[in-house]
């Protein structure tokens, strides 16, 4: 399973702009990049995914590097319910590939 | 809008004895994913069914069993319980659409405690 990196944690302000990194240098290229979000006590909650192309969607946005070994999840205005351990995770289709395979998130930290 | 059903919320069980753990996957949803999560861990894919046959497996313990079943709703079914199986146990569906699968859906989870 190719592996992703992201910072171990971050912090942020209410009401501003985060930009979460990771790292998937050994992407391949049928895999999905899909971010999820867990609070505390919580299941995993879906965020966003994409192929090639940035996508936007009510909760944020992706950004993804042009060669694909990079993305960036944007919070647009952070809130107070946006603190949760964000992952990134490379999802393939197809048979036994369409697992997901969480890896070491990051905390994100929003202060008031 | 429907969710991930999972059942019990809570569960204690003592060591050596045998839990079962039940998950109600979305409607129309035909694939569904086990994952265990222990304290201050991240979660671990355990295993997973499509179409009522196991898809994938993951580091699921010998002594752990699941199964899909006709109404698709899935059982993980836990043997010989050890202390260290105790943790949050998540289900989550998807769908195959086309290529590709939907976005996966989680449910609250089980949180299992052998003591």
């Known amino acids: 399973d190719a592996k992703t990196t992201q910072p171990n944690s971050m912090e942020s302000n209410e009401e501003e702009p985060v930009h979460l990194p990771c790292n998937h240098s050994t992407i391949s290229g049928t895999d999905y990049i899909h971010w999820y979000r867990q609070l505390p006590s919580q299941g995993p909650e879906y965020v966003i995914h994409g192929l090639t192309s940035n996508v936007n969607n009510r909760m944020a946005s992706l950004a993804i590097a042009e060669d694909r070994k990079s993305s960036t999840l944007i919070l647009h205005r952070a809130t107070l319910r946006d603190a949760a351990v964000y992952y990134c995770i490379l999802r393939g289709y197809g048979g036994a590939t369409n697992k997901l395979i969480f890896g070491t998130g990051t905390l994100l930290a929003v202060q008031p | 809008a429907a969710g991930v059903i999972q059942s019990p919320r809570h569960l204690i069980k003592e060591k050596r004895e045998t839990a079962t753990l039940k998950c109600y996957p979305i409607p129309r949803h035909d694939t569904v994913y086990w994952y265990q999560q222990g304290p201050g861990q991240d979660p671990q894919f355990l295993i997973s069914f499509y179409e009522k046959m196991q898809s994938d497996k993951g580091s699921i313990p010998d002594r752990f069993s699941a199964q899909q079943f006709s109404d698709y709703h899935s059982e993980l079914n836990m043997s010989s319980l050890e202390l260290g199986d105790s943790a949050l146990y998540f289900c989550?569906?998807?769908?195959?659409?086309?290529?590709?699968?939907?976005?996966?859906?989680f449910g609250q989870g089980t949180r299992l405690t052998v003591v």
């Open positions: 989550a569906s998807s769908a195959l659409q086309g290529p590709t699968y939907t976005e996966a859906f």
